[in-house]
C-alpha cells in the first residue's frame, strides 16, 4: 500500500514517483512564497536561498520548487548542491526571507524532502508550520503577472562561506600542526566537498570515503553502526586518528575513534559540549531524547541542560530564547549559535577536533572519560489512539517518575528514563531508554513492551 506524503514541523517528505510529485513541489514553493508575502508586506519583494543534497530527484524538485516562488513574485536564489546547514547560513548571510533545503535527510534514497527555513535560520516553529501548510492545503497562492514574476539567480559561495563561519569560531592554528589523520564517509551525499575544505584548513590528512556526491549511497544512509561497519574498518587499516561519518545533507555526525570502534551519535554531542564548555560557560539545549552525557558534561563546568521536544527547530528556539553556549539533538546534530542556530556536522568535526587538540587525548580516551550510559531505541506502528493509551497506561505504571509531557511523554527515574513519542517523519511510534547499565533499560523495555503488546493486540 502507498505510504502517505508526510507533511510536518519538519517539512514535506515522500517517495519520489509515488506520493511527492514536481507538482507538489512547485505547489508547497507556492505557499510558502505566499507566506514570507503576507509576512514582508506589500511593497516587500522576498529572496529564498534554495540548495539541495544528492539525490537524483534534487534537481528536479528545485527547479519545481524555484518556479513555485517565482509564479508568486518571490525571488530565488539556486546554491546548487549544498549542505543544510549551507542553507542555513546563507540565507542570513545574503539577508534573505528564508531558505529551502531538498533533502530526505538519513532516509533511504526512494525518499526526498522540502524543509523550510525561516529568515533566522531556523525551522519554522509548529504555529507557523501550521500556517504554511494550510495554505499548501487550501491553495490559498498569490500569483503574480509576467512582469511581477520572481528571478532565479545562482550564488556559487556557500561553501566558502561555511568554512569562512566554522574558522572563525574554531581557528585552524592550534590543530593545523598536529596532522590528524581522518577518515571521512560522506555517503555519497553533499557532505564530502565541504568538509574536504573545512580539514585541510585544519591541516588534516583525509583518507575520503564515498565522497562523490552522486546521491547513489554506498550504504544505508543513516549514520549508525551498522550502516558504518566499513568506516570503521578503514580507520583501522590506515591508523586514522578519528572517523567521521555525514549523513546525506550533512547536519548529523558520528564518530568511529582510533580503535575503528564506533562510539554512537550520541558522544558527538557530548564531545562538542565539552569542548565549549573548557573555554566558556553558560547553558545547553538538548531534546528529551537526548542522552544524560550531555547533562553530566553541563554540570561538571556548572552549567544546565533545557530540555526541549523532539526538533530541532525546538532546540535552536531554546537556544536562542536562553543565549545557550551550545546545543542539539542525540542524533548526531550539534548547534552553535556562533556558526548558526542549525545542526551542523562541520562544526562538529571542528569542536571535537578542538577538544583532542586541548586535551591531548584520544576519541578514546575522551568517551571513557565522559562515562556513559546504554540506550536502547525501538520504533513500532501505532495510530494516534492507540499511541495516547500506550502513553497513559506507562504513565500509570511508573507513578514516581518524574514526567515531562511537552512531546509524547518522557520519565525520569533515578536511573535512567524513557521517552513515548510518535514521530514528524514517519508513521510510527518511538521509544527510547536509557539507564546506567543495561539489565536496567531492558527491563523498562520490557514494562513498554507489555503494554504495547496489550493496546496493539
Not at 546548487?80 to 546547514?85: A, E, I, Q, S
Not at 514528524?424 to 520490557?446: C, H, K, Q, S
Request: proline share 5%; aromatic share 4%; glycine share 12%.
Amino acid at each position: 500500500m502507498a505510504q502517505e506524503l508526510i507533511i510536518s514541523v519538519s517539512g514535506m517528505r515522500g517517495i519520489i514517483g509515488e506520493n511527492l510529485t514536481p507538482a507538489l513541489a512547485a505547489e508547497y514553493g507556492c505557499a510558502f512564497g505566499s507566506f514570507l508575502n503576507d509576512r514582508v508586506g506589500a511593497g516587500g519583494r522576498p529572496s529564498v536561498c534554495v540548495g539541495r543534497d544528492s539525490r537524483g530527484s534534487g534537481p528536479m524538485l528545485a527547479s519545481a520548487v524555484m518556479a513555485g516562488l517565482c509564479s508568486v513574485g518571490v525571488d530565488a536564489i539556486d546554491l546548487g548542491l549544498v549542505t543544510t546547514p549551507g542553507v542555513g547560513i546563507m540565507l542570513r548571510h545574503l539577508g534573505c526571507a528564508g531558505g529551502i533545503m531538498i533533502t530526505a535527510s538519513h532516509n533511504p534514497l526512494p525518499y526526498n524532502g522540502i524543509k523550510l527555513i525561516l529568515d533566522n535560520g531556523v525551522a519554522p516553529p509548529p504555529q507557523t508550520a501550521a500556517q504554511i501548510r494550510q495554505c499548501f492545503f487550501d491553495k490559498r497562492f498569490s500569483f503574480v503577472g509576467s512582469s511581477q514574476c520572481g528571478r532565479v539567480v545562482a550564488n556559487p559561495d556557500t561553501d566558502r562561506i561555511h568554512v569562512e563561519k566554522v574558522l572563525a569560531a574554531v581557528p585552524s592554528k592550534q590543530i593545523a600542526p598536529r596532522r590528524y589523520r581522518i577518515v571521512l564517509d560522506s555517503v555519497n551525499g553533499a557532505g564530502a566537498p565541504v568538509a574536504k575544505k573545512l580539514l585541510a584548513e585544519f591541516g588534516c590528512e583525509v583518507v575520503a570515503m564515498n565522497d562523490e556526491p552522486t546521491g547513489l549511497f554506498a550504504h544505508e544512509p543513516e549514520p549508525i553502526a551498522a550502516n558504518l561497519q566499513g568506516l570503521c574498518e578503514r580507520v583501522r587499516q590506515v591508523g586514522a586518528d578519528v572517523g567521521f561519518a555525514q549523513d546525506p545533507d550533512a547536519d548529523r555526525l558520528a564518530i568511529v575513534d582510533e580503535s575503528g570502534l564506533y562510539i554512537g551519535e550520541e558522544y558527538t554531542l557530548a564531545l562538542a559540549a565539552k569542548c565549549v564548555y573548557s573555554g566558556r560557560s553558560g547553558a545547553a539545549a538538548a531534546n528529551l531524547s537526548t542522552s544524560r552525557m550531555i547533562d553530566d558534561v553541563a554540570a561538571s563546568a556548572g552549567g544546565r541542560v533545557i530540555r526541549t521536544p523532539v526538533g530541532e527547530a525546538n532546540v535552536a528556539n531554546a537556544m536562542l530564547e536562553n543565549g545557550c553556549v551550545i546545543g542539539g539533538e542525540g542524533n548526531g546534530g550539534v548547534i552553535d549559535l556562533r556558526v548558526g542556530p542549525i545542526r551542523d556536522s562541520l562544526v562538529a568535526m571542528a569542536l571535537v577536533l578542538q577538544l583532542m587538540v586541548e586535551t591531548g587525548q584520544t576519541i578514546s580516551q575522551l568517551v571513557r572519560q565522559i562515562g556513559g550510559y546504554v540506550m536502547i531505541k525501538d520504533k513500532f506502528a501505532a495510530d494516534a489512539s492507540q499511541a495516547e493509551r500506550i502513553i497513559d497506561l506507562t504513565r500509570q505504571r511508573f507513578p514516581d517518575a518524574v514526567p515531562n509531557d511537552s512531546d509524547g511523554c518522557r520519565l525520569d527515574f533515578d536511573d535512567g528514563w524513557l521517552h513515548l513519542r510518535t514521530s514528524n517523519t514517519e508513521p510510527v511510534m518511538r521509544l527510547i531508554v536509557e539507564a546506567n547499565d543495561e539489565a536496567g533499560a531492558r527491563r523498562y523495555v520490557e514494562e513498554v513492551s507489555a503494554i504495547r503488546e496489550a493496546v496493539l493486540g
